[in-house]
């Protein structure tokens, strides 16, 4: 076991990827802290945002590549194929890299430097932060692409159990090769109020992007019946989208404009001072992998109740969550729980159980251990990778094999025109501090 | 004229030369081009002005096909803007400034001179393309907002670019010492 004290150097593939904000770019962004306190080496690549283009260098010494490929659609690169095979050529053998670690099914940058970085015989892994569907036209020509880049994959990690059947059902991969890592929360920031809010008034907190997806015509209809029942309770809800409409009718509907308080859209920085004012969280998503919007309420000390879709029930305690089925009256029987469990939370408690239940340097330390698995799959060349593909289908499996024969051949030609020896390897940049020479020489002329 | 031979390193396609001349520090990168490379590059513009003046000269009168072909002419001229480099030079003048040198094979000399107040810091960057990364040399100027390129018709390789960069740093921060010292008259000696 000690044997496998050795560091990684990791390369983070997605298209999301700070400044955005949101669920995977902050597990990417965590996850790479933390990897970083154990002493691998990380670098994360993903495509410019407007005018941030080029290297950067983010808290810890964390180096991000932002490649100037201009985003198409929904934050994602345009997928070409073979086009993005240079940089990650040239990136992956400047900073010596290990192990390729993409995220998110939906980028397709990942899927590229995927394709690309198993082609030149690097180890790749792979994170699934969400569920897809099966029947509709998007998700079966997603489902085909991840088949794709599953059907070679040395590791695969998801972050539930529910995320993890749904991982394995759409592309067909062994069971053997997933494994379930949860998502954590940074429970230092997300700290309970000092001073317990009165239960007088009782406030909900709602803070989700107002889309079809997260529920938001289940809070249409929830809303008003508990406001209805109970008189002592107030809504705050938070985020902005397509549904905020629907919301600001049913307000003036029900005449409920000193009862429910529309925000608009919440800096992430402010999700905690908007969490600490309420007592309970409402959750209506229609599916979720994981949530952390929920772990981060339960480390604010609020008592949650969310629909019991996807991954949810794997993420809390009994004691912390009221679950219900995702329609209105068994959310408002759940609401009517959950105010009555309210006088026996101790939000200073709850906050202390969520500390020992998740940190992200235990998520970090779970996909060390993936690494060093992946690490330790043999090494194949071309020919006994091809038979993978062909399981993927009757047409699409020539088609993946075809995909992956022109790709050797563009590396073949890419080593021909820019030999490795000629791309040069970066110096590893520590934490930054004063290294000019010059000025410590300027330092001691002055002290003379 | 005493010139000192300081170091010579050799990379692929490029030469780094470092040499001072009367109390001018030198460092030169040769780009290494192939004479084969040079003169075809000279039949290419032969061809294209042959190309250009031929359906001028043959009286025909301005038909599609000709002007399709002066079209594609001007679009290779574009191309073959290829003026081949000779070498790159950072000619380092104390207390004047910094001279950046480009020699063309035709022999033109491309000059540009950095007085020694412009330059804030000389900075070695990643530049990252659609295609690939490289390093490269700049200079931080006062008062603009572009950087400098030191080298720009060549991409020499950083182990290349790190000495001409100390060399930078250092010439600067003596600079700066002689300055502070000379703004500061009144403070005590150190013995």
């Known amino acids: 076991m000690d044997g496998q004290e050795r560091k990684h150097r990791i390369l983070m593939v997605s298209d999301f990827f700070f400044p955005n904000f949101g669920g995977v770019e902050s597990h990417i962004y965590y996850l790479s802290q933390c990897l970083l306190k154990l002493g691998h080496k990380v670098v994360v690549m993903t495509h410019a945002y407007g005018k941030r283009s080029g290297v950067r260098y983010v808290t810890g010494g964390l180096k991000v590549y932002y490649v ?168 705050i809800v938070g985020g902005d989208g397509p549904k905020r409409v629907r919301l600001e009718e049913m307000r003036e509907k029900f005449s409920l404009q000193d009862r429910v ?107 060390e251990i993936v690494y060093d698995r992946a690490m330790q799959s043999p090494k194949t060349d071309l020919l006994e990778r091809l038979p993978r593909y062909l399981t993927c289908g009757a047409w699409a499996g020539k088609l993946f094999c075809l995909v992956m024969i022109i790709n050797y051949l563009l590396w073949c030609l890419l080593e021909y025109l820019q030999p490795t020896e000629g791309i040069e390897e970066v110096p590893d940049i520590g934490p930054i501090h004063a290294h000019l020479e010059s000025v410590d020489d300027l330092c001691e002329t002055q002290g003379n | ?85 000779k070498k790159e030079s950072v000619v380092i003048m104390p207390t004047f400034g910094v001279q950046l040198e480009i020699h063309f094979w035709s022999g033109k000399v491309h000059r540009r001179f950095v007085p020694i107040g412009k330059i804030l810091k000389p900075l070695l960057n990643e530049c990252v393309t659609p295609v690939t990364c490289y390093w490269s040399l700049a200079l931080l100027l006062r008062d603009e907002e572009e950087l400098m390129l030191v080298f720009q018709k060549s991409h020499p390789p950083v182990k290349m670019l790190v000495p001409v960069w100390k060399a930078l740093c250092k010439f600067l921060n003596s600079e700066y010492l002689a300055n502070s010292s000379v703004s500061k008259p009144e403070c005590p000696e150190h013995d």
């Open chain 2, 1 to 85: 004229m005493e010139q000192e031979r300081k170091g010579v390193v050799s990379s692929g396609m490029y030469t780094y030369n470092h040499h001072s001349d009367s109390g001018f520090d030198i460092h030169e990168i040769f780009v290494k081009t192939s004479r084969s490379r040079v003169l075809l590059s000279y039949i290419g513009v032969v061809f294209l002005l042959a190309n250009v003046c031929q359906p001028l000269l043959s009286k025909e009168g301005l038909s599609s096909s000709s002007v399709w072909s002066i079209t594609f002419g001007i679009l290779v001229a574009k191309c073959l803007q290829y003026k081949p480099v």
């Open chain 1, 68 to 235: 100037p490929w201009k985003p198409f659609l929904m934050q994602n690169t345009l997928p070409t194929l073979f086009l993005t095979f240079p940089i990650v050529r040239a990136i992956l053998i400047r900073e010596k890299i290990s192990v390729v670690h993409g995220h998110q099914a939906f980028s397709t940058l990942c899927h590229e430097a995927l394709m690309h970085a198993r082609t030149m015989g690097y180890k790749v892994v792979f994170t699934d932060h969400s569920l897809y569907g099966f029947a509709d036209a998007g998700s079966i020509h997603m489902n085909k692409v991840l088949q794709f880049t599953l059907a070679d994959i040395d590791q695969a990690i998801c972050v539930s159990h529910t995320s993890k059947e749904n991982t394995v059902l759409r592309s067909g991969i062994s069971p053997q090769k997933v494994f379930m890592v949860p998502n954590a929360v940074d429970t230092a920031m997300f700290t309970p109020s000092p001073e317990r809010l009165s239960c007088d008034e009782i406030v909900i907190v709602v803070i989700s992007r107002l889309v079809y997806r997260k529920g938001a015509d289940l809070l249409v209809e929830v809303i008003p019946e508990v406001c209805r029942l109970f008189p002592k309770v107030r809504f």
């Open chain 1, 261 to 367: 308080e529309m925000l608009g859209a919440v800096p992430h920085a402010q999700v905690r001072s908007v969490l600490i004012s309420g007592h309970i969280f409402l959750n209506s998503s229609l599916t979720e992998a994981f949530c952390i919007a929920i772990l981060e309420a339960a480390s604010c000390g609020l008592l949650t109740v969310s629909t019991r879709v996807g991954g949810v029930p794997e993420v809390l305690p009994d004691d912390m969550i009221v679950l219900a089925q995702p329609a209105p009256e068994d959310m408002v029987q759940a609401v009517k729980k959950a105010i009555d469990m309210l006088p026996g939370i101790d939000p200073q408690l709850m906050h202390l159980r969520m500390k020992k239940l998740y940190s992200w340097d235990d998520v970090a330390k779970r996909t």
